[in-house]
């Protein structure tokens, strides 16, 4: 053997590695109780807060280009960034709709950003686990075994491979050798005009474009008119249209409206139509004693997407799609590039899991599920999410009982919309008076909730996906809600 190059002891050989691994060691343990103390506390502070300017010049700061002291670098991010938090991890945050995270899903993060596995594929312990939680997921819904599926980084994805395995299916031509240009009669896709707005840009992104998406008329629940969109469907055939695919809600945005899941089944089975369904919301009501009828049918879907940055508390970002048709599912994303062909043995004997989206290189999202599914049971997140349903109704119920204020929706899981009266005010104003109570309450750092329109009225929006939610949270936030009422009044 020919000898080691040598190396000039002038050029040392580099590494990111610490040059002193106890110091690392005793910052990481610092940083680790910070973090204990930061959710433990989480209570304690305002839901947000303001940035001060020279925050906000913090974040201005050139591109580094010589090193500083890690625990510096630290204390800058717990100064600059942890204090200024969105807020969703409180128990009074309710805006949007999204999960509040949990401990062990973060301790599960840190490990698999230690482990550093790209799941692209090979023969590995992530790449299983991140299957694993696929088939668990399933288990949840109630999808057969031998269906499909991939985590993503969330819902808005999970729906968009849902709706490529749709077209490519019903398209009637290889649509990946040929493009969307090819198919011969224009496809059409149907939801409600709850429907989500990702489903318009996973229109726009398949070649299909946003009037492929047939609005249907919701009913006074907010559901899909059945009725509506037989007709509709009718009316493209005879237009000349391929009516592809329906979109159902198991729980829609703005209202948390659960569309009638197993008529939509019975429609989509007549009509020979592609069934999907967004979960993002609801799905995993499925795995709720005391709801988890509400969701009866999510089981049918062809393709279904779901969030567990959302009911599951994951840390962002989680989200997974599943595909009845596993051969459906694969033939819509798998192409084999003669450098990543598959071995009989070693590292590269394993599933190829790029098969089963857009990604190449895919982080280990799976662990930070696995580990808080492990440590808790699908039990107590099932209670959990019985648990925010019933804290929205009681909230409902307060609203109800206040003369100021106003239900403006039916609440049918956990979102609440409503509004208050302001003492008769209508329009323009209206709205102005409970925007300013909605900011109020952000600016006081109180609680977090969001605005929508629903049937053309405006109104404040509660959507509880919150494990540290309690009912003397919503008790205060009616409390605090009268109080700027009259404030804003006088
Ligand atoms: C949140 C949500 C989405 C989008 O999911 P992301 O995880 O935010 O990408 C889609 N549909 C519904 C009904 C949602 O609530």
Same mark, same amino acid.
């Given at each position: 053997?020919?000898?080691?190059?040598?190396?000039?002891?002038?050029?040392?050989?580099?590494?990111?590695?610490?040059?002193?691994?106890?110091?690392?060691?005793?910052?990481?343990?610092?940083?680790?109780?910070?973090?204990?103390?930061?959710?433990?506390?989480?209570?304690?502070?305002?839901?947000?807060?303001?940035?001060?300017?020279?925050?906000?010049?913090?974040?201005?700061?050139?591109?580094?280009?010589?090193?500083?002291?890690?625990?510096?670098?630290?204390?800058?991010?717990?100064?600059?960034?942890?204090?200024?938090?969105?807020?969703?991890?409180?128990?009074?945050?309710?805006?949007?709709?999204?999960?509040?995270?949990?401990?062990?899903? $973060?301790?599960?993060?840190?490990?698999?950003?230690?482990?550093?596995?790209?799941?692209?594929?090979?023969?590995? $312990?992530?790449?299983?686990?991140?299957?694993?939680?696929?088939?668990?997921?399933?288990?949840?819904?109630?999808?057969?075994?031998?269906?499909?599926?991939?985590?993503?980084?969330?819902?808005?994805?999970?729906?968009?491979?849902?709706?490529?395995?749709?077209?490519?299916?019903?398209?009637?031509?290889?649509?990946?050798?040929?493009?969307?240009?090819?198919?011969?009669?224009?496809?059409?896709?149907?939801?409600?005009?709850?429907?989500?707005?990702?489903?318009?840009?996973?229109?726009?992104?398949?070649?299909?474009?946003?009037?492929?998406?047939?609005?249907?008329?919701?009913?006074?629940?907010?559901?899909?008119?059945?009725?509506?969109?037989?007709?509709?469907?009718?009316?493209?055939?005879?237009?000349?249209?391929?009516? &592809?695919?329906?979109?159902?809600?198991?729980?829609?945005?703005?209202?948390?409206?659960?569309?009638?899941?197993?008529?939509?089944?019975?429609?989509?089975?007549?009509?020979?139509?592609?069934?999907?369904?967004?979960?993002?919301?609801?799905? !995993?009501?499925?795995?709720?004693?005391?709801?988890?009828?509400?969701?009866?049918?999510?089981?049918?879907?062809?393709?279904?997407?779901?969030?567990?940055?959302?009911?599951?508390?994951?840390?962002?970002?989680?989200?997974?799609?599943?595909?009845?048709?596993?051969?459906?599912?694969?033939?819509?994303? &798998?192409?084999?590039?003669?450098?990543?062909?598959?071995?009989?043995?070693?590292?590269?004997?394993?599933?190829?899991?790029?098969?089963?989206?857009?990604?190449?290189?895919?982080?280990?999202? $799976?662990?930070?599920?696995?580990?808080?599914?492990?440590?808790?049971?699908?039990?107590?997140?099932?209670?959990?999410?019985?648990?925010?349903?019933?804290?929205?109704?009681?909230?409902?119920?307060?609203?109800?009982?206040?003369?100021?204020?106003?239900?403006?929706?039916?609440?049918?899981?956990?979102?609440?919309?409503?509004?208050?009266? &302001?003492?008769?005010?209508?329009?323009?104003?209206?709205?102005?008076?409970?925007?300013?109570?909605?900011?109020?309450?952000?600016?006081?750092?109180?609680?977090?909730?969001?605005?929508?329109?629903?049937?053309?009225?405006?109104?404040?929006?509660?959507?509880?996906?919150?494990?540290?939610?309690?009912?003397?949270?919503?008790? !205060?936030?009616?409390?605090?809600? !009268?109080?700027?009422?009259?404030?804003?009044?006088?």
């Amino acid at each position: 053997m020919d000898a080691m190059p040598q190396t000039s002891s002038a050029t040392a050989e580099e590494t990111l590695d610490p040059l002193d691994w106890a110091d690392m060691q005793a910052l990481s343990h610092r940083i680790v109780d910070d973090a204990v103390g930061y959710l433990r506390d989480v209570r304690d502070r305002p839901v947000w807060r303001e940035m001060p300017g020279e925050v906000r010049a913090f974040f201005d700061a050139p591109l580094p280009r010589s090193p500083a002291p890690i625990a510096e670098i630290y204390g800058d991010v717990a100064r600059n960034v942890m204090a200024y938090p969105m807020g969703n991890i409180h128990p009074r945050f309710w805006s949007w709709y999204m999960g509040s995270s949990n401990f062990t899903g $973060a301790l599960g993060d840190f490990l698999a950003a230690i482990q550093g596995s790209n799941l692209g594929g090979g023969n590995h $312990a992530a790449g299983l686990m991140d299957s694993q939680v696929v088939d668990w997921c399933k288990q949840m819904v109630g999808f057969p075994a031998s269906a499909s599926g991939t985590l993503v980084s969330g819902g808005s994805m999970a729906n968009i491979i849902g709706l490529t395995v749709a077209r490519n299916t019903k398209a009637g031509i290889d649509v990946r050798e040929h493009g969307v240009g090819a198919i011969a009669q224009p496809l059409r896709f149907y939801g409600s005009d709850q429907t989500h707005f990702c489903h318009r840009k996973a229109m726009e992104v398949l070649g299909l474009g946003n009037r492929a998406l047939r609005r249907i008329p919701s009913d006074a629940a907010m559901r899909i008119d059945i009725a509506a969109l037989r007709a509709a469907i009718a009316e493209d055939r005879k237009a000349g249209f391929k009516p &592809a695919c329906v979109i159902g809600n198991a729980g829609t945005v703005n209202t948390g409206a659960i569309d009638d899941l197993q008529a939509l089944a019975r429609l989509a089975a007549d009509e020979d139509l592609w069934f999907h369904v967004d979960g993002c919301i609801g799905a !995993l009501i499925a795995i709720a004693p005391e709801n988890a009828s509400l969701v009866a049918g999510v089981e049918q879907a062809d393709s279904l997407a779901l969030d567990p940055h959302k009911w599951l508390h994951a840390p962002f970002e989680a989200g997974c799609a599943l595909v009845r048709d596993a051969e459906a599912h694969r033939g819509a994303f &798998a192409v084999i590039p003669e450098y990543l062909e598959s071995t009989s043995r070693g590292l590269a004997s394993g599933k190829w899991l790029h098969d089963y989206g857009l990604q190449t290189s895919r982080g280990f999202r $799976a662990l930070k599920v696995w580990m808080a599914l492990k440590e808790h049971g699908i039990e107590k997140f099932g209670r959990l999410i019985d648990q925010n349903i019933a804290q929205a109704r009681y909230l409902a119920s307060l609203v109800e009982a206040e003369p100021a204020l106003e239900l403006m929706a039916p609440v049918s899981i956990n979102i609440v919309c409503f509004r208050h009266r &302001a003492n008769g005010l209508s329009g323009e104003r209206l709205k102005a008076f409970n925007t300013e109570i909605m900011l109020r309450l952000q600016e006081e750092g109180i609680a977090a909730l969001s605005d929508t329109t629903v049937h053309d009225q405006h109104c404040l929006r509660v959507a509880i996906a919150n494990h540290r939610t309690q009912y003397k949270d919503l008790d !205060l936030l009616v409390a605090e809600i !009268l109080r700027l009422g009259t404030e804003l009044a006088a």
